[in-house]
């Protein structure tokens, strides 16, 4: 299949969330050095290769993987930060099923994307590979866009203690 056509496709597998206007919202929320609505948008097209190449089930793997991190920051207001970790999934989760047909595989897939940090393990071969596809898209967000917004702050910063000192 052309670059072309899985392009179309995947497309046509996720318009109807991203056009979705509560998720809009997610633009404006920030996950990792850059809006939560694009880092779903990359695990949901990691998690759409990687099912799609194995042959397994990529358009509810594709949805479920766009809809894993959709939550709010106000709904993560009653946790503490290391609580985010462990129960974001499942405010993502409540979303998802208030704004969307969501079945008990999807579900799955978005309740156990944080494993092993949430004690359940996942029942599905795309559970495991949205969770691995997640990780992999998280990780080079945190080193190429975290770690440069870090460091300008920190640039920022010592710039400004000079100056003042001057």
């Known amino acids: 299949m052309s670059f072309l056509k899985e392009t179309y496709e995947f497309d046509a597998i996720i318009n109807d969330i991203t056009n979705h206007a509560r998720f809009q919202e997610l633009k404006m929320e920030l996950h990792h050095g850059i809006s939560r609505y694009e880092h779903s948008l990359r695990v949901a097209k990691m998690t759409y290769y ?7 089930d990529y358009e509810r793997a594709t949805r479920a993987a766009l809809l894993h991190d959709f939550f709010f920051n106000e ?4 946790y503490t930060t290391s609580e985010v970790f462990r129960y974001h999934q499942y405010e993502a989760l409540k979303n998802a099923q208030e704004c ?7 579900a799955n897939m978005i309740e156990t994307h944080m494993f092993p940090v ?16 997640d990780k992999i898209v998280a990780t080079h967000e945190m080193y190429r866009y975290k770690a440069a917004l870090t460091m300008g702050i920190w640039i920022i910063f010592l710039f400004n203690i000079i100056t003042i000192q001057k």
Request: net charge neutral.
């Open 118 to 133: 949430c004690h359940k393990m996942p029942k599905y071969v795309e559970s495991w590979i949205m969770t691995l596809a």
């Open 100 to 106: 969307f047909d969501i079945d008990s595989k999807q």
């Open 50 to 56: 990687m099912t799609k190449f194995l042959q397994l």
């Open 75 to 78: 709904d993560m207001e009653k």
